[in-house]
């Protein structure tokens, strides 16, 4: 199995490049089998050293998704977003899946601003594709 790009920076950007060109939807799943589609997002770039197990920090290159805060509604009223949590994103024909990814501790997201009106989602590639 080889990833889809050669890195998760390069991920990040074909991502980034595509949204901007396409009016593509991104699914947000939730326990792996409740989807929504959501239209109004954004996507940014980040970089971090995580704390492995053996202690070691390995540098992740991942992708920020940014959602309005009432996009997160699976019925009972908005909700915020959950460890477990995955969005696809497809990119010039390809699903691509991401995973929240939490930050040394922190939540794997945080509200845009102090008026709570919108998430910023940290998430990592996850998705490989067969040679």
């Known amino acids: 199995m080889r ?16 949204v901007t060109r396409t009016s593509t939807k991104l699914q ?12 109004d997002y954004g996507l940014g770039q980040w970089q971090s050293e995580l704390a492995e197990n053996d202690g070691f920090f390995n540098e ?3 992708v ?15 909700t915020e977003p959950h460890e ?12 691509i ?14 509200y845009q601003s102090r008026f709570r009106t919108g ?3 940290h998430t990592k590639v996850i998705d490989e594709v067969p040679e």
């Open 97 to 110: 899946t991401l995973a929240i990814a939490a930050d040394s501790g922190q939540p794997g997201w945080r």
């Open 84 to 95: 477990n949590d995955q969005i696809i994103v497809n990119v010039e024909g390809q699903d």
């Open 64 to 78: 920020d998704v940014l959602l309005p805060a009432t996009a997160l509604d699976f019925g009972a009223g908005p």
């Open 28 to 39: 947000y799943l939730r326990d792996g089998e409740t989807t929504l589609e959501i239209e």
């Open 119 to 121: 998430f910023r989602i």
């Open 60 to 62: 992740v290159d991942g």
């Open 3 to 18: 990833s889809i790009f050669s890195t998760a920076a390069a991920a990040a950007e074909q991502i980034a490049r595509a």
